[in-house]
């Protein structure tokens, strides 16, 4: 376990770590799972030292849970449905016929909430994604491949989260940024 890689030398040891067989973990600040690629090149570390040590990267968010004693179902207004597509886009995704919104009640202190959960986006390197990985990548490109190859971005996974009615469109629109600004 690497603490967090916040520049070349930790970044480095990860790698020389990696590369003689260990399974290393760590934290890296960026906004999505594949801007991690473009970070550990800024830090220094060769494109080909990155494709033969890099498993995968998994960017997480938390978005605050409704609570479950006072959340209260209501149908998805025509506003809802705008905040939805707005926080699929440009993937496509069923909208909910019913929301949870927050209510408040003593058990949350009157805020509608209770705890917090993940957002999850996974990426996991492939041959594909290996051969964009160098000096001059482009990180729209990585990011379009690894949406062909199955990587569900962090909004989709929020919208997940909405429609099992587990937390509200704006917590996850809060938390996380469209794919565009990313």
Same mark, same amino acid.
């Given at each position: ?16 770590? &990696? ?39 998994? &960017? ?102 909405? &429609? ?14 469209? &794919?565009?600004?990313?």
């Amino acid at each position: 376990m690497v603490g967090e890689i916040r520049d070349l030398p930790t970044a480095d040891m990860a790698v020389q770590a &990696a590369l003689t067989g260990h399974l290393v973990l760590s934290t890296l600040h960026t906004n999505d799972a594949p801007s991690a690629i473009t970070r550990l090149l800024d830090l220094g570390i060769p494109p080909y030292l990155l494709n033969a040590t890099l498993l995968g990267v998994m &960017a997480q968010r938390l978005v605050r849970t409704l609570c479950p004693h006072c959340k209260h179902p209501h149908p998805a207004r025509e506003s809802d449905n705008e905040l939805w597509d707005h926080l699929v886009a440009p993937w496509k995704a069923a909208r909910p016929k019913q929301l949870q919104r927050p209510q408040g009640c003593l058990e949350c202190r009157m805020t509608g909430y209770s705890g917090r959960i993940g957002i999850y986006e996974i990426l996991l390197m492939s041959p594909e994604l290996r051969k964009l990985v160098n000096t001059n990548m482009n990180l729209v490109s990585l990011r379009e491949q690894a949406n062909r190859e199955g990587m569900k971005p962090l909004r989709i996974s929020g919208a997940q989260k909405v &429609a099992a009615g587990l937390t509200t469109l704006e917590e996850v629109l809060k938390t996380s940024p469209p &794919a565009d600004q990313n």
